[in-house]
């Protein structure tokens, strides 16, 4: 095998380890038969421990990775090859990124027959001319207008001469089907890819008889230059005529509300790895951006609704939720805005040491924005009761709690919370001016008579 490999391809060594299996098996045989003499000699119940002790490798293997290994109630990969058909318009044309975002997409074509009326295309296989072909051969047809010759001769060719057609240097103005777009060569490479001219010639070909969609997967990069032309609907992009589309924002409540299924991201018994994890990203993405809609449309009530779904249903980060909150301000929403703020710092807790951004001092600073924005001392309170938990020896958390309790009028405890801190961790300058404060707060400075 080529070494290095382009990613971790553990499968290739599926059947290698059946084989391998197969070898150790034999060999324990070999053993058995080798010391049967002598395992006869002695007492059985000694013959049983050492099998046992032998089954503690596999039964170790077992208890180590049976819950990565374990498919049990894990619809993700379904669920989101299903969602991504279903954002396709009929009769449609969708590109995809490569192996993982497209696999699970042909098995529920083939063997569940969901959308067979979508034409997948695999843009990493559009390099190749006999997946060309097949795009132009094979139902549904997509209209392609190169013939056998020319794809394979000058098309997918090596031959300088062939690789010079594409020969890109500079970023050029091309026109497509009505568009007018910049396109730029392949990474600095000075060429366009295969698929980069057959994304083009797919474009002018189909003249608009088909829709033609991106999947979220696909990066900039591989989109050739559209992105002003493209509108988010769902875990698509779907290519419009007109630039700077707005967003379909009918059609994406349809897709969430009606028709995404969402099972088992919010289980924890469903092992999560890195990759997937990363895919959820998507859900979160039109999340945002339909709840920057309502924001722009000034309307609260199905901004409210959106975030209640997307809590019950959806793996949402602190900062979404955080984000959510500052909508609610700028919708002169306070209380909301509290209720979602403090539920962004109760998140951020939970995802310390998983995000760098959810720290000690932004849990700090989302207490802050409770207590002396929205005007909410009681939800800031426990928050920061948070931060002194993660942090006792850091004086912001004690200094925001002891402001919440003088704003709840419990100005003694925040007193007692104050001096406690100045004995156990010396003269801070910022808690002695919090102590003259309560003091004064309190009367307790006044001058004897």
């Not at 997946?131 to 051969?137: A, N, S, W």
């Amino acid at each position: 095998m080529p070494d290095p490999q382009p990613r971790e391809r553990h499968y290739v060594f599926g059947g290698m380890y059946l084989a391998f299996s197969l070898w150790i098996g034999l060999g324990w045989v070999a053993i058995i038969e080798a010391i049967r003499e002598k395992l006869a000699q002695l007492s059985s119940w000694l013959v049983v421990g050492l099998a046992l002790f032998g089954l503690l490798l596999p039964a170790g293997t077992f208890a180590k990775l049976y819950h990565i290994e374990d498919r049990t109630g894990n619809y993700i990969a379904y669920d989101y090859a299903y969602n991504l058909l279903q954002s396709c318009e009929e009769n449609s044309i969708l590109y995809t990124n490569g192996d993982n975002d497209t696999f699970p997409l042909w098995f529920l074509q083939e063997v569940e027959d969901i959308r067979k009326d979508v034409r997948v295309v695999n843009l990493s296989l559009l390099n190749t001319n006999w997946y060309i072909k097949q795009l132009r051969d094979r139902e549904p047809k997509i209209d392609i207008r190169y013939d056998d010759t020319f794809i394979d001769s000058v098309l997918t060719d090596s031959e300088d001469t062939d690789i010079y057609r594409r020969y890109w240097p500079e970023p050029k103005m091309v026109s497509v089907a009505g568009m007018e777009f910049e396109v730029h060569d392949y990474s600095g490479h000075n060429v366009l890819r295969v698929q980069d001219e057959m994304v083009l010639k797919i474009a002018e070909w189909n003249n608009w008889e088909k829709p033609i969609h991106f999947a979220l997967t696909v990066p900039v990069s591989n989109r050739t230059g559209v992105d002003a032309h493209l509108a988010t609907a769902g875990m698509v992009v779907t290519l419009r005529r007109e630039k700077n589309p707005p967003v379909e924002e009918q059609r994406i409540e349809d897709l969430l509300y009606n028709t995404f299924q969402v099972r088992a991201l919010l289980d924890s018994t469903v092992y999560k790895d890195e990759n997937t994890t990363r895919l959820l990203g998507n859900y979160r993405a039109i999340f945002a951006q339909l709840a920057g809609y309502y924001e722009g449309k000034k309307n609260g009530v199905d901004l409210l609704r959106l975030t209640e779904w997307g809590e019950d249903r959806l793996p949402l980060r602190w900062h979404t939720i955080y984000l959510t909150a500052q909508r609610f301000e700028r919708l002169e929403q306070p209380k909301l805005a509290a209720i979602h703020m403090e539920k962004a710092g109760r998140m951020l807790i939970k995802e310390i040491g998983n995000d760098p951004g959810a720290n000690y001092e932004n849990l700090v600073t989302v207490a802050d924005l409770v207590h002396e924005r929205y005007r909410d001392p009681e939800r800031a309170s426990g928050l920061y009761r948070e931060a002194i938990r993660l942090d006792p020896q850091h004086p912001d958390g004690h200094y925001g709690l002891a402001a919440s309790l003088q704003a709840l009028n419990q100005s003694e405890e925040g007193l007692r919370l104050i001096e406690a801190y100045l004995s156990r961790y010396g003269e801070e300058e910022k808690m002695v001016i919090a102590r003259e404060i309560l003091r004064n707060a309190l009367g307790l400075n006044e001058a004897a008579p």
